[in-house]
């Protein structure tokens, strides 16, 4: 009999991964240039948030797949921490919540502080 727990771990993760990413490109794409510009600012990952798919991951490696998600839950938190207290048209709230509600949903905190899939 095969255990599928790693396997099912990986697929969920990537679930996640791609919840996260989605969310952040669709916020992206809802805000003015100048806006953008300071949103890009305040985002850590190596990623231009613009191409659709899943980042490059060793899905494979538990730790590789928990980094990649405590590094997207790190970026999402930093876009509605610049966000946060100001004036914005809706679709950028909704954008904004649709973030919010993903990495509510989505996420855990670990007791080191780092964020992972609730999977």
Same mark, same amino acid.
Request: charged letters at 30%.
């Given at each position: 009999?095969?255990?599928? +727990? ?9 679930? +996640?991964? +791609?919840?996260?990413?989605? &969310? ?13 510009? #300071? /949103? ?25 797949? #928990?980094?990649?998600? %405590?590094? /997207?839950?790190?970026? &999402? $938190? &930093?876009? /509605?921490?610049?966000? %946060?207290?100001? %004036?914005?048209?809706? &679709?950028?709230? $909704? ?5 919010? +509600?993903?990495?509510? $949903?989505? /996420? #855990? $905190?670990? #007791?080191?502080?780092? %964020?992972?899939?609730?999977?």
């Amino acid at each position: 009999m095969l255990d599928s +727990t790693a396997l099912y771990d990986a697929v969920a993760t990537q679930d +996640t991964v +791609t919840l996260i990413r989605s &969310a952040i490109r669709a916020l992206l794409k809802t805000v003015d240039e100048a806006l953008a510009a #300071e /949103l890009f600012a305040v985002l850590k990952r190596d990623d231009d948030y613009i191409s659709a798919g899943k980042p490059a991951c060793d899905w494979d490696d538990p730790a590789a797949r #928990e980094a990649l998600v %405590d590094a /997207l839950a790190r970026d &999402a $938190q &930093a876009v /509605l921490l610049c966000l %946060d207290g100001r %004036d914005l048209p809706t &679709a950028v709230k $909704q954008s904004a919540a649709l973030v919010a +509600t993903v990495i509510g $949903q989505d /996420l #855990e $905190q670990r #007791e080191d502080g780092r %964020d992972r899939s609730r999977s």
